[in-house]
């Protein structure tokens, strides 16, 4: 009779996937103890590594690359991981036990062996053996068998196949921002040369004056500042409209400088739709609305302590200001999902039935923010007419961007972190 390893970190849930290069997701692994290559450790861990137990058979690589093997390293009490080790060998050399060949490594119930959290990694792309950083090297699309081919990447931003770019993506390379002279207007933007909408979504005007500023402590590189013109009066760009009514994915890299119950509205269209984050006291909400009526505020994460007030200064009030990267990706069930550098940072269930017939009378007795006239909602088309503020008054001079970009579908939250964390190390002063 085969012995096995079952580890558990978390319960299963919707955010749950099988591959994962992080190890923030995969919630539940189990493997054939036969499969074990071999046990480490590090302070306060014990590292397992595995062979074949990865979901891919087989690899085409190129050169300098390697695909990891499987690996789930479990956290104990410093000093104990030898025990541990042992403990773990012990039990796989022994005789057959019916009914106890099944060793548990369990965060939420009981664990064979006293441990604590497992992490799993289970691979999702190669590595460069050099530099040990995840590689998206690939020799499809390219001109010949020897040049790396860089059709799927703008900017820093690595998208893994023709099929995820971006329909916009406005960035400083676009337009050129290192011919704008410091503080000068900036009137037009243009659509990244790869994304599929083309110069069909080329922005040719603005309203108020939204300025270029030069690289500083907020930005590695020039980018657009809402400090405009001073006056109070909306400065945004008027973007050729972009509708979207399933899934999609959204990046950006802002800044902010909100104050108490204003919100910094990065972009919005003409009847109110709007996404931006603000601050109620001491916790601080994502504002985002799509194609419905109403004042209501939609996107609150479903946990206060998600974005507390505290962290969205940190993010780009007076205290801190600097580069704020954020991903956001709608799936089919309407599931909204929000990223940071650091990976999922809030997540809003659908609150919709994603087969629902909005003209059936269930719909006008939904509770509260969940009926067809109100915000907080999931569903709705995705429009934006503008880039920046024009909606809700003057609260783009709070705000300054240098990166945004949309894409039209789900990326899936493996992309979504990785995106995240390219747009960070590309931006951060």
């Known amino acids: 009779m085969k012995k096995y390893f079952l580890f558990r970190k978390e319960e ?10 992080t190890g923030d997701t995969v919630s539940v692994f189990a493997v054939p103890a036969d499969s074990l290559a071999f046990v480490s450790s590090e302070v306060g861990k014990v590292l397992f590594v595995f062979n074949d137990a990865t979901i891919y058979e087989e690899s085409n690589l190129t050169d300098g690359e390697s695909m990891k093997k499987a690996s789930i390293e479990v956290e104990c ?17 022994r005789e057959d036990q019916p009914g106890r060949n099944i060793m548990k490594f369990d965060a939420v119930g009981v664990s064979t062996f006293n441990s604590k959290t497992p992490v799993v990694k289970s691979p999702r792309k190669p590595i460069k053996r050099i530099t040990q950083e995840p590689s998206v090297q690939t020799f499809v699309g390219s001109s010949d068998a020897f040049t790396v081919s860089t ?9 893994e196949d023709a099929s995820n770019l971006p329909l916009v993506d406005y960035n400083a390379t676009a337009t050129d921002f290192n011919g704008f002279s410091d503080n000068a207007e900036i009137t037009a933007w243009k659509n990244s040369t790869k994304a599929t909408g083309g110069t069909a979504y080329d922005i040719t005007s603005n309203v108020g004056t939204p300025k270029i500023a030069f690289a500083d402590t907020n930005f590695s590189q020039k980018y657009v500042s809402g400090q405009g013109s001073g ?4 400065d945004y760009f008027v973007v050729p409209e972009i509708n979207i ?7 950006l890299v802002m800044l902010l400088g909100s104050s108490s119950g204003n919100a910094a509205t990065f972009f919005a269209d003409e009847e109110g739709d709007c996404f931006g984050p603000m601050i109620f006291g001491d916790t601080s909400k994502l504002q985002m609305r799509h194609d419905v009526a109403g004042s209501a505020i939609i996107a609150n994460p479903p946990d206060p302590n998600l974005w507390p007030a505290d962290k969205l200064n940190r993010i780009g009030g007076a205290e801190t200001k600097t580069a704020y990267p954020l991903v956001i990706r709608r799936d089919k069930q309407f599931n909204m999902f929000f990223y940071t550098k650091d990976g999922l940072f809030a997540y809003i269930p659908s609150t919709i039935d994603p087969d629902a017939d909005f003209s059936t009378p269930e719909y006008a007795n939904l509770s509260p923010g969940y009926s067809a006239s109100k915000n907080a909602r999931t569903d709705g088309d995705l429009k934006i007419t503008r880039l920046g503020d024009g909606s809700v008054g003057d609260v783009f001079s709070k705000s300054a961007f240098a990166r945004f970009g949309v894409v039209e579908k789900d990326l899936g939250d493996n992309l979504c972190r990785a995106m995240a964390l390219d747009l960070y190390n590309k931006y951060k002063p």
């Open 151 to 159: 059709a799927t990447s703008i900017e820093g931003v690595e998208f």
């Open 245 to 251: 009514s399933g899934d999609y994915t959204i990046y």
């Open 12 to 21: 299963v849930s919707i955010t749950s996937s099988t591959l994962d290069d």
């Open 77 to 93: 009490d410093e000093g104990g991981e030898f025990d541990l080790v042992e403990q773990v060998l012990g039990f796989l050399s």
């Open 231 to 234: 006056s109070g009066a909306a």
